[in-house]
């Protein structure tokens, strides 16, 4: 049979992200799937050479905005054990908190822009909808609403107040009744199962040896997710991983829907367990030599920063690895054996961030 | 401040990365770093049940470094990258992009390397 090679991307209409995939394709089977990155690598890991680490938070942030809590709490934590800085126990469960927001609201964009790439149009308004309750907790506790910036390198620089708890509380009951009453339809109406059921199926052992993370990982079964480290404020809280086990793009999108309802419990308990006192701890002098190595987990999955200080403001090495790089591999074997027109929903089910990615 | 590290050299890396593989790590990706004026350092960051091994390689920038990527594919992204941002090359790619994941043709910084050109692409 004729083989048909098919560009798809950079430019997509279902797709946001700006990657480029190369598919050879036989009869509307997609036989062999070859990436192509580069369209928007800013070189972020150089700038430790000129802005120091204390400005290198804001950058951290602005690796992904969606996942900017976390990028920061991720490069702090790595810091911060560098200094050997004890951050205080309440700036680490508001930590938790602004995390958990930052993941509910990623998943809800996520599974809004799942829908429509499947075209549930009415779906993904709902999904969006219901978003902007998380995006208005965080602009009236941070004073924006994605790329809030609360990290400091020993704690927070922001607190809540006892009425906006309250407030928080009430919002995230809400969150919660109304994403349990799109359940149903995410989880089991036929239009939704048809494009998502058996499509880009993962194995565990595939996941695993191709280095898959997040909800990629757990979809396919295996049970790994970084918050079971204990990492920060997460020590203080109950916390198991989501697992789904079919690997399919319904399993991806899956474990996503219900880390969402999973996220809003996390807030309440972190809420209960919040300690009275400081918000940061008192930073002084340069991260001396020394290497750091560390993880969280993203709404997209695990996320890796490796630190190499030298005794300067400056440091000598900032790695950031990704989840979305990490679930590239993964990807490549997702695709071939699919239909053409079932690319757009397998790559968008592994929550693709290019801009994380390229960094 | 990293656990656990193996230090390991251009002659045996893939065997202990291999080594890895059969003894059920993930591979969770590398990490690379100046050492010296023309050494790259490398770690081989693996993960099992959350817990950490480094695999630590230091090499001349100018010789080629045996790729991992035929035995854990997910190296070969990596792998591009570093090669993108080094100036290395890796013998054994599975898929090598020949220094453009992410850089231009008419690059002729190498990006984390100071004050080495490299020929602009034709």
Not at chain 1, 153 to 176: H, K, N
Not at chain 1, 308 to 326: E, Q
Not at chain 2, 75 to 82: D, M, P, W
């Amino acid at each position: 049979m004729a083989t048909t090679v098919i560009p798809f991307g950079p430019q997509h209409p279902v797709l946001p992200e700006p990657v480029h995939l190369t598919l050879k394709v036989e009869d509307e089977i997609v036989k062999e799937a070859i990436p192509a990155l580069g369209y928007v690598h800013r070189g972020l890991e150089k700038l430790a050479d000129i802005r120091d680490y204390h400005q290198m938070i804001q950058v951290c942030e602005r690796v992904c905005g969606i996942c900017s809590m976390i990028h920061a709490v991720c490069y702090s934590q790595a810091i911060e054990e560098l200094m050997g800085v004890e951050v205080p126990k309440r700036a680490q469960v508001l930590r938790v908190i602004w995390s958990e927001l930052h993941r509910t609201h990623s998943h809800l964009l996520w599974l809004g822009l799942f829908a429509d790439a499947f075209g549930f149009e009415s779906l993904f308004m709902q999904f969006w909808k219901i978003r902007e309750r998380i995006m208005d907790i965080n602009e009236a506790t941070t004073g924006s609403r994605v790329i809030v910036s609360v990290n400091v390198i020993g704690g927070v620089r922001a607190d809540l107040s006892p009425e906006q708890i309250r407030w928080i509380l009430s919002e995230v009951d809400i969150v919660e009744k109304e994403v349990r009453a799109l359940q149903d339809t995410i989880m089991n109406d036929y239009t939704v199962k048809a494009r998502t059921v058996g499509v880009g199926v993962l194995s565990k052992e595939n996941a695993y040896l191709l280095g898959a993370a997040g909800p990629t990982l757990r979809g396919s079964g295996v049970a790994q997710d970084m918050r079971m480290l204990g990492y920060g404020g997460y020590s203080e809280i109950d916390f198991e991983p989501v697992v789904e086990t079919s690997g399919d793009c319904w399993a991806r999108s899956t474990v996503r829907f219900r880390e969402t309802l999973q996220s809003m419990d996390l807030v309440r308990q972190a809420i209960a367990k919040l300690p009275e006192g400081e918000l940061a701890a008192k930073v002084k002098g340069n991260p001396p030599e020394g290497e750091v190595y560390t993880r969280v987990e993203q709404p997209r999955g695990e996320c890796v920063y490796y630190i190499k200080g030298n005794g300067t403001k400056h440091l000598d090495r900032l790695r950031i690895r990704t989840p979305t790089f990490a679930n590239i591999p993964p990807l490549l074997a997702m695709l071939p054996g699919c239909e053409l027109a079932d690319v757009p929903v397998i790559v968008l089910s592994i929550d693709p961030c290019i801009s994380c990615t390229e960094r | 401040m990293i656990g656990k590290v193996i230090d390991v050299t251009v002659d045996n890396v893939v065997g202990e990365v291999m080594k890895m593989k059969n003894d059920g790590h993930r591979l969770v990706t590398f990490s690379t770093y100046q050492e010296g004026e023309d050494g790259l350092g490398i770690l081989y960051h693996f993960d099992k049940e959350l817990e950490t091994t480094h695999l630590r390689m230091t090499v001349k920038r100018d010789a080629p470094i045996p790729s991992v990527s035929g035995v854990y594919f997910a190296a070969l992204l990596v792998e591009n990258e570093i090669r993108d941002q080094w100036d290395v090359k890796f013998d054994g790619l599975v898929l090598d992009f020949n220094r453009s994941l992410y850089l231009d043709p008419e690059v002729t910084q190498v990006p984390l390397v100071s004050n080495v050109k490299i020929e602009p692409k034709k």
